[in-house]
């Protein structure tokens, strides 16, 4: 490193004691630890460049904790909240539902039941986003919890980073327990099996049976062991539902034991992993609207944000006026994530358009929770 050396520990150090961020560490740690590696230094600033770099990573360290605390306590207290729970329960009966009202086909057997399943998985997914950000960030402000976690070393971009972390973590488990419908309900659904109609009955059964048997056990635990009801109903229902799907791969629709990964139409996965990755750019919003508005009005702006994104094809033609195909241009192309034409007969998505979708989700979310960071910043908190 030269004769420069001591000058530019010396600013590092400075730095380092004005103000602490993640990002600006984590690029001095790449930087000085390249450099180490690259030129020879003498005994001395090497111990003191290591020791700068042991301190350094310890912060970084302990802001990822701080981090994932924050995630799992907005995690633990939304599993308890009642709405979550009938947002969930709610998605699933009403997915339950669909191959019994079924009265047509639409050209393929079990398409109403597959495309059902995944639009409740947006619109009921868009609603557990919007009031789960509102309910720990906006509610949290308004009654003074926000204040009390901030008053502890937590900075409000890490606050703001771990409520949605949180928020992640339960639409995560909403999804899986969509998922595991919406698949249920396509095999269930009715279609040709040989010369005759099939509809897999025991299937359909045990379908309705979990959402029921789960708020039973969730009661009888919450009456014996005192545990949290909407907690327990929530943890129960996922744990019936992957049940249920493995016992979906083990028969047929005739009920003969044949264990087959064809018995559950698995190209549906990645169709639902992309609604996953939309959840996860509305929850971003949701949080970023959650800073300043109350639930009902970032309901009414993420269902707004909902309809014009289906319509981002139809706004971008050239036929739109240029002030439309540069409002389109903007709001987030949520036509990119509904893919249930892909699942035509036999098709299925193919694994870069998931990795680009991802990309492009990760680049949205990043931007809607800079916009939060930054409203939240100039936030005054009671």
């Known amino acids: ?22 990002k600006k560490d984590m690029k001095i740690i790449a930087k000085f630890s390249g450099a180490c590696q690259t030129t020879k230094c003498g005994p001395g600033e090497s111990d003191r460049i290591c020791g700068i770099l042991e301190i350094m990573m310890a912060k970084v360290t302990t802001s990822f904790r701080r981090i994932g605390a924050i ?26 539902l669909i191959p019994f009202l079924q009265l047509h086909s639409f050209g393929e057997a079990g398409r109403l039941a597959r495309d059902g399943g995944l639009a409740y998985q947006l ?40 409520k949605w972390l949180g928020v992640m973590t339960v639409t995560l488990r909403f999804w899986f327990c969509m998922l595991a419908a919406a698949l249920l309900a396509e095999r269930v659904a009715e279609r040709m099996d040989g010369q005759d109609f099939v509809t897999d009955r025991p299937v359909q059964f045990v379908l309705f049976l979990v959402p029921i048997l789960s708020l039973v056990i969730a009661g009888y635990l919450h009456n014996r062991r005192r545990a949290r009801f909407c907690r327990a109903a929530l943890a129960i229902l996922a ?3 992957a049940t249920a799907l493995a016992i979906g791969f083990l028969i047929t629709r005739r009920t003969t034991f044949a264990p087959s990964w064809g018995n ?32 009902s009005p970032a309901m009414v702006i993420c269902l707004l944000l909902l309809l014009l994104g289906l319509s981002s094809d139809t706004l971008l033609s050239p036929a739109s006026p240029a002030p439309v195909r540069i409002v389109a241009s903007i709001i987030p192309n949520i036509q990119s994530f509904w893919m249930c034409d892909a699942l035509a007969p036999g098709g299925s998505l193919p694994p870069h358009y998931l990795l680009h979708a991802a990309v492009y989700a990760v680049a949205l979310a990043t931007a809607a929770l800079g916009a939060a960071m930054l409203a939240f910043r100039g936030k005054d908190i009671p």
Do not use: C, W
Request: glycine letters at 6%.
């Open 264 to 295: 559950i139409h698995l190209a549906v996965i990645p169709v639902s992993a992309l609604i996953l990755l939309a959840l996860g750019v509305y929850s971003a919003f949701a949080a970023a609207l959650a800073t300043r508005l109350k639930a």
């Open 71 to 96: 995630a799992s306590t907005t995690a633990a207290e939304l599993y308890g909240q009642p709405a979550v729970l009938l947002l969930t329960l709610g998605g699933v009966v009403a997915t339950a």
């Open 1 to 22: 490193m030269g004769s420069r050396t001591p000058d530019l520990l010396n600013a590092i150090q400075t730095l380092y004691q004005l103000s602490y961020t993640p």
């Open 239 to 241: 744990r019936l539902l």
């Open 123 to 162: 619109v009921i997914g868009l609603a557990l986003a919007v009031v789960s950000a509102s309910s720990t960030i906006h509610d949290e402000v308004a009654n003074g919890t926000a204040a009390a976690a901030l008053a502890k070393p937590v900075s409000r971009n890490l606050f703001i980073a771990g």
